[in-house]
């Protein structure tokens, strides 16, 4: 295998716009492709560690407004239907009734209590985290890369950035 070194982030970026994408969509084929790819990921995790940061923070900005440009949250929902454990009572309360606070502190994968089918109720006044969910936008993306991979196992946006960075990355 042949990796590139790429130098000259801002070309790279403007041709990215141009690459007609396949992307995937189907929230099961990416849980269970997210897991057999669970050793994949970990080197491609020390690989990326070798890169420039601002390179990779830059690339993944790149990709992830192409790729969420066409993708339909409305369709999707998983985020909303698959929340992640979270420890604080006082965070939780947002996602769960009072009465499953202890039931649900350490759960994975439980919908939250705002949701109509694939919709929120709140939608117009959701809080922070579901409104910077999935997160692709923030700096240091290779040393979230942990969370970022639990992430890639439910939404389709994270698993098509991660996937289209290999290609990017480690093409031969
Ligand atoms: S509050 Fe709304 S956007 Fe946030 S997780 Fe619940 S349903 Fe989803
Ligand atoms: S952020 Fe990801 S998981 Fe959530 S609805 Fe959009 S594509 Fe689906």
Do not use: W
């Amino acid at each position: 295998m042949v990796f590139l070194i790429i130098d000259n982030p801002l070309v790279i970026c403007n041709k990215l716009k141009q690459i007609d994408m396949k992307l995937e969509r189907n929230i099961e084929k990416i849980l269970r492709i997210a897991l057999e790819k669970r050793e994949e990921n970990k080197t491609f995790r020390q690989l990326l560690q070798k890169q420039n940061a601002n390179y990779v923070d830059a690339l993944v900005n790149q990709l992830n407004d192409t790729i969420a440009a066409q993708i339909d949250c409305l369709e999707c929902g998983n985020c909303c239907h698959n929340i992640r454990p979270i420890a604080s009572d006082k965070v939780l309360i947002n996602y769960v009734e009072p009465e499953n606070i202890e039931k649900y502190k350490y759960s994975m994968g439980f919908a939250c209590k705002n949701l109509d089918g694939n919709k929120c109720i709140i939608y117009s006044e959701r809080y922070d985290e579901c409104r910077m969910f999935p997160y692709l936008y923030r700096a240091d993306f290779v040393l979230r890369l942990p969370g970022v991979l639990q992430n890639y196992e439910i939404c389709p946006i994270v698993f098509n950035v991660v996937e289209q960075l290999k290609i990017k990355i480690l093409k031969t």
